[in-house]
């Protein structure tokens, strides 16, 4: 079955798309990623999508013109995949809001409206994919415990790390997976406002800063860090707002902001004891912070998820591929004991027909070239 995944993360930079066929073969998925790609907002889009998010305030009007713009570039993404053949898109569409209140996540909102990908398309859609974990207890995230789980699942003693806007972890040897804290949120968010450049190209503007241990020491004293997992967060928390107002040079302040990034990834890695640690995301394109990872996280013995024929920057599209292929076939995508919720949930809302199909749950998952 041919799956397209599509994907924007907490950076709003653009929508991640993945072709991925999938063959059950007994206990083993094989997964053969056919295509994939990145396709940029538009500036209209990007604007409404920065202007929306916290700490700002927005009105109905802003939601639904924000639903339709991302549903419709979702769909023109799906559609020049169309000469391939999917059979099922699967939509992450935008997150907007994840509301966290006392460590209990009780709502999330993602825009992106599917019926334009429906309709663009002819295809049915698997959408809303965090909602019912969220309604079952759980933290609704992160999904990619799943993808991990299945990837890894010859790999004992390895971890899997994503840095986007917000850095998750996934332990499967301990059934674990949740949110460290800021990936690149803090670091996108401190250039934007520092430079009006969207991001700190190969951490080149914190390099050549240094660390202010003062500033760094108040950061980690955020309670978000000392509660346990299942736990998750967002730019509810980690945006331009939470930025100090301490009287810091641009390079100075980059350079603790990618420290707080590194140093609260290492932290959980080595409570885990990880013999090896494969990242994947945005933020390995960041030299500056993969090198302080590395350091900080010695011996742990760090890879990226290219390794294991997984694109760093395809891990997220691939991941909602695989969901929409678990939801196809009737099959849970979570892992109650990675999001707390109370059961496990097969996820997303369908748009349009779904032909019935069967399939047993893998135990593994391995992408073929």
Known sequence: MRVLGLSSGTSYDGIDAALVEFEPDGAVLRARLLRTGTFPYSDRTRDAIRAALPPNQVDLGAVCR????????????????????????????????????????????????????????????????????????????????????????????????????????????????????????????????????????????ARSGRILPGLLGDLLQDPYYARQPPKSTGKELFHAGYLPTADAGPADLLATLTELTAVTIAT??????????????????????????????????????????????AKEALLFALIGWLTAHGLAATLPACTGARTASVLGS????????????PVRLVVEP
């Open 66 to 205: 924000l639903d339709t713009w991302i549903g419709q570039e979702f769909a023109e993404a799906a559609a020049s995949y169309q000469d391939a053949e999917p059979e099922l898109v699967c939509s992450h569409g935008q997150t907007l809001f994840h509301w966290v209140e006392g460590g209990a996540a009780l709502g999330t909102l993602q825009l992106g409206q599917p019926a334009w990908i429906a309709e663009r398309t002819g295809l049915p859609v698997v959408a809303d994919v965090r909602a019912r974990d969220v309604a079952a207890g759980g933290q609704g995230a992160p999904l990619a415990a799943i993808l991990d789980t299945l990837l890894l699942a010859d790999r004992p003693a390895a971890g899997a790390l994503n840095i986007g806007g917000i850095a998750n972890l996934s332990v499967p040897s301990r059934q674990l997976a949740y949110d460290t804290g800021p990936g690149n949120a803090l670091i996108d968010a401190a250039m934007l406002r520092l430079t009006g450049r969207a991001y700190d190209e190969d951490g080149e503007l």
């Open 268 to 313: 959980e890695v080595a409570e885990h004891g990880l013999a090896s640690l494969v990242v994947s995301g945005g933020g390995v394109r960041n030299a500056y912070l993969m090198e302080r990872l590395t350091e900080l996280v010695g011996p742990t013995v760090v890879t990226t998820s290219d390794a294991l024929g997984v694109p760093v920057d």
């Open 350 to 361: 369908v748009t349009g027909p779904l032909p019935p199909r069967t399939a047993t749950t």
